[in-house]
């Protein structure tokens, strides 16, 4: 057993503190619906229980290693309710994106959500909704060359917060 | 190399990734970067970022939705009985009375998970009772066997002393009693129980702890039964 292993309820309840928000947020986001999302995050965390002699840090990180797990189980689920129509209605129309794709796009979404307020919105009316920057200088009352710089420190910003969440392993 | 060409053109590279800089600039940049390996390191290290916005819904950059508290108390509960059933050292082998079972009138609104997928009397089922009191936690862990169905039971948060009695409903007004066990602080606040029900015949998992009723529907039931409110009928 690889030290770091998650062998005892302790190293569980300390992984859900850590990672079960982002877990759910995703699952969320992936199976359009709350009560499969929290089957979603409960099933993870009781695969990583029983499987938890076979985590080694030295491979990964726990995150990853958790969302490897709720990928199985959010194509599990997927096909539970494939063959059961009508269990999930009502909420959010479910993503029929694939869940690699799903994964990518919240990656950015929750670094969007954790970098500042000022980074976000320069990111959105630049970027997003594509506007002049002179616009949005007017609109903001600052000059061009501020929202310039906005946009390049806002990109920093979302660069520190992927790599802060340990996205590239 | 750092040099004042550099802090000059630093901050036009966040617009320059994003393809927002005008011709004539991005031509001027463009030079300086072949010219300099750090800022052409952080172009493309911004460029690299720049290519990963479009996947993201900026609608989606609002607040995301928090797990409900209950969730993490539901998990440990599940891990709970799952460890202490492995380590079983009393088991309760209780009566195979198939009688019609007492049912006390609630009104408790559960729902429960059936976490494997399957439809009916797939190889275990488990489940765990929702919308419980806070700071109470029920889980159970029914499993197919030859004499019909053995069921591991946790409690956590109720008084001590509370005498828990377990039943599963069948089709109609069948039941079978799966027995009961005490809780009590530490160590005993988990039971292997048994009933003479097949899995694959159960519609729901009763518990009576004390005078609260907290129903489990199982199998295909359980999906009709999500979140709505029940009233459990005298028998």
Known sequence: MAPGALTRERDIREAYTAHAAELYGFAVRSLGDSGLAEEAVQETFLRAWR???????????????????????????????????????????????????????????????RIGEQHRRILVETYYRGRPYAEVAEELGIPEGTVKSRVYYG????????????YED | MKTERCREWREALGAYALGHLPDEERVGLEAHLEGCPDCQAEADSLLAIAERLPHADP???????????????????????????????RRLRLGLGLSGATAVAAAAVLAIFVLTGNETGGPEQRVAFRSLPAGVAIAATPE????????????????????????MRGPGRTGASAGSFRYRWGG???????????????KALVVHAGNRTFVAPLGSAAAAFIDQPQEEEPT
């Open chain 2, 59 to 89: 609608a989606r950059f609002g607040p995301a939705p928090a797990p409900p508290p209950e969730l993490g108390r539901r998990i440990a509960a599940t891990i709970g009985a799952e460890k202490r059933s492995r380590r079983r050292h």
């Open chain 1, 51 to 113: 499987a938890g002699d076979r985590f080694d840090p030295q491979i990964g990180s726990l995150r990853t290693w958790l969302f490897a797990i709720l990928r199985n189980v959010v194509i599990d689920l997927s096909r539970a309710r494939a063959a059961r129509p009508g269990v999930a209605e009502g909420g959010i129309e479910p993503s029929v994106e694939p869940f690699d794709e799903a994964l990518l796009a919240w990656q950015i979404e929750e670094a969007m959500r």
């Open chain 2, 188 to 202: 005993d606040d988990s039971a292997v129980l048994s009933a003479a029900l097949d899995l694959s015949r159960a």
């Open chain 2, 144 to 167: 197919p066997r030859a004499f019909g169905t053995e069921i591991h039971m946790y409690v956590a948060g109720i008084r001590s002393g509370t005498l828990c009695r377990v039943y």
């Open chain 1, 155 to 166: 990109l920093r910003a979302l660069r520190v917060v992927l790599e802060e969440m340990g």
